[in-house]
Each structure stands twice: as C-alpha cells, then as structure tokens.
C-alpha cells in the first residue's frame, strides 16, 4: 500500500503540471506513454521491441496520433486510412520476408493495438486542445469515481459476477455503483464548472463514458488473462504499466469525442 501510494503522488505531480502546461511538452508526454503502452502490449504477446516489425507498428502509431488538420503535417498529403493501408502491406511483407517466423497473427495483433492506443492517446491530444482543461479533468474524474464507485460498491452490496472468467472480482452491483458515483461526481463538476447547458444531456453522458471505461479496463483484463500476465508492465511500482491505468481512459475519450460532447 504504501509503494502504492508513494507512486501515484509521484505520477500525479508529473502529470497534473504537465496538463496544465500543455502544448508541445504535454503532446511529446503523451507520445511517450503511448509508446511505452504499445511496447507493453507487444510485450504479452512476445513480440521483440527491436525488429522490423515493432519499428513499423510504432511509425504507424504515431502517424495515427498526429492532428487531423495541419497544413505542415503528414496529414495534408496522406490520409489515416491510406496510412493503415501502408502499415498492413509493410508488415504482411515483412512476414513473407522472414518466412513465417513473423506471422499473420503478428501482424494483425499489431495493427489493432497499433489503432488501439494511438486513437486512444490521439483523443486526449484532442481533448486537451478542443476542450481544454475542463474536459481533460471531467474525463480523469469520472474515470476515478467511476473505479472507486466499482470498489467500494463492490465490496459492500457485491454478489452477482460481471464478468468471472475475465476479471473475477468485479460485480455487477459494482459496475452500477461506478456509474452512480460518476454521474455524482460529474453534477459536482458542472455546478464548479458548467460544461454544457444541459444537466440532462451531461448526465446521459457521463453514463455512457462510464460504461465504455468499464469495458476498457475489462478489455485490458482480457488481454492479461490471455497472455498470463499480472500487470502490462511495471513502470510503475503499485500499479502495473501505462496500459493498467490508462486502459478506461482511451476507451471512454473517444466515446466522448464520437457524440459530438466536446465543442
């Protein structure tokens, strides 16, 4: 407990201050975690982080995470999906060229995690700089009161298994209390600081990021149960890799972006 918490106040004075700053430096900080989470999960699946093949996952990671709309940038002559297009024809070649030792399941477990988190950290880029601070912190508060509401609902009123085989110790009655107290926490918010005009909409919202976040952190179990393995990685001492605590994260950003929530 007390690694665990010594980490978290440590990762929050280096975060917090670097998203207040934001700009270049919070861009680059974001770049960093998304590829030191891509190299966790090329990690499960025992893919060498040094080769062809984790070179081209991460080129096409970070062309997946640069602005939509920059008259200087990659994006003014290649688009996203013809970027994907030159990722799938380098790799596929890349498993013809080294005759299967890289396979066609390599290739497609790059490329979705390769969408994965770089649409994942793309969305909190854009977060930062569409909505700014504001919806920056609305998303991290939801996403801790949405993971203290799961426990601490949990383990009072927990009986019924959400999801047993993945993630044996989430409850239904836990994923419910996530959402109330998400939904507690966002009506907070909005009468400190008013996102948007309307309680109602803001409320349908917050439970629908919820959720996705939810489903997130259950997707980032699946993969370790899958892979046997505790944590994605261990960066950070208490609490696993980047992908264990961003997991909800880049699950529920681009929810937030997708019904239009952020002007």
């Keep these: 407990m007390k690694q665990r918490t010594v980490t978290a106040i440590i990762a929050i ?3 917090v201050p670097i998203v207040l700053l934001g700009g270049t430096l919070f861009t680059l900080f ?7 989470a891509i190299f ?3 990690r499960m699946k025992k893919i060498a982080r040094y080769s062809v093949s984790s070179l081209i996952t991460l080129l096409f990671m970070w062309g997946l995470m640069l602005p939509v709309i920059n008259s200087y940038d990659l994006t003014t002559y290649v688009t996203k999906a013809e970027l994907a297009l ?3 024809l380098l790799l596929l070649s890349y498993t013809v060229l080294v005759n299967n030792r890289f396979t066609f399941d390599d290739a497609g477990f790059l490329l979705i995690s390769a969408i994965y988190v770089g649409m994942g950290f793309y969305y909190l880029i854009e977060t930062r700089v569409e909505g700014g601070l504001a919806y920056v912190f609305y998303a991290l508060f939801v996403v801790w009161a949405t993971d203290t509401g799961a426990y601490v609902f949990g383990r009072m009123f927990g009986k019924r298994k959400l999801w047993p085989k993945i ?6 009655e836990g994923a419910l209390g ?3 107290l ?10 400190v600081h008013p996102l948007h005009s309307s309680m109602l909409l803001l409320i349908v919202v917050t439970i629908l990021i919820s959720v996705a976040g939810q489903i997130g952190d259950l997707v980032e179990s699946a993969f370790k149960r899958h892979y046997l393995v505790k944590d994605s990685g261990n960066i950070l001492p208490g609490h696993g890799g980047v992908l264990d605590r961003f997991d909800s994260l880049i699950f ?4 937030l972006h997708l019904i239009n929530f952020i002007p």
Excluded: D
């Design 13 to 15: 004075m280096i975060f």
């Design 30 to 36: 974001v770049y960093l975690l998304a590829s030191i």
């Design 40 to 42: 966790e999960l090329m």
């Design 86 to 88: 030159v990722a799938v």
């Design 167 to 172: 993630s044996p110790k989430k409850t239904v």
């Design 178 to 180: 996530g959402v109330i």
């Design 182 to 191: 998400a939904c507690v926490t966002a009506v907070i918010f909005q009468f």
């Design 252 to 255: 529920m950003l681009p929810v």
